[in-house]
């Protein structure tokens, strides 16, 4: 059964860089047809996808974040990341990882704040 | 980008109750769609892939149905676990985009 797990700092500073890591485990991230994908979750609202990465190595953005945003693989630790640069208090979210459509991780709150 | 909307934004229903949920995309998807049921607290989880197509090992009182810009998830006899938020989600295009969500209370 394939698990995902967050992990990375749950206080940031505004204008600094959120980074994230997704474990990936009972499977390889190298798998092919995998998308893996990065989701976000404002307290009390609803979910926006931030962004997915294909092993092959395609990449899609959400529109609304791209110019900040960069999302990569490490096949080697089986892992994969997010990085949100020149963050605000709007960033304050439990960010997820998944494997498209099928896995989810439980979910990190990164809450942006001086 | 494609836009989704979900109706009613929540209901209240009797255990046993047929509950049928809403999602409309504002352009041709395709099968493109999927359900997810969100708990308090914890992660969404997929119910439904393909518009219809009935995620292994979620139970069979759920089910899908729709193509094109209407689809509809339908709870046959609600329970009481079933207390939570659903979410519809499109992958026929980049960007994907999530429903707003419909929340489900039990009476």
């Known amino acids: 059964q394939l698990q995902l797990q967050e992990s990375g700092p749950r206080l940031v500073r505004p204008s600094e860089t959120l980074s994230l890591t997704c474990t990936v485990s009972?499977?390889?991230?190298?798998?092919?047809?995998?998308?893996w994908v990065w989701i976000r979750q404002p307290p009390g609202k609803g979910l926006e996808w931030i962004g997915s990465i294909y092993y092959g190595g395609g990449t899609y953005y959400n529109p609304s974040l791209k110019s900040r945003v960069t999302i990569s693989v490490d096949s080697t630790q089986n892992q994969f990341s997010l990085k949100l640069t020149s963050v605000t208090a709007a960033d304050t979210a439990v960010y997820y990882c998944?494997?498209?459509?099928?896995?989810w991780g439980q979910g990190i709150l990164v809450t942006v704040s001086s | 980008a494609i836009q989704l909307t979900q109706s009613p934004s929540s209901l209240s229903a009797s255990v046993g109750d047929r509950v049928t949920l809403a999602c409309r995309a504002s352009?041709?998807?395709?099968?493109?769609l999927a359900w997810y049921q969100q708990k308090p607290g914890k992660a969404p989880e997929l119910l439904i892939f393909?518009?219809?197509n009935l995620e292994s090992g979620v139970p069979s009182r759920f089910s899908g149905s729709g193509s094109g810009t209407e689809f509809t998830l339908t709870i046959s006899s609600l329970q009481p676990e079933d207390l939570a938020t659903y979410y519809c989600?499109?992958?026929?295009?980049?960007?994907?985009?999530f429903g707003p969500g419909t929340r489900v209370d039990i009476k």
């Open positions: 352009q041709d998807i395709n099968s493109g």
């Open positions: 393909d518009a219809s």
């Open positions: 009972g499977g390889s991230i190298s798998s092919s047809s995998n998308y």
């Open positions: 998944a494997r498209h459509l099928y896995n």
């Open positions: 989600q499109q992958y026929s295009a980049y960007p994907l985009t």
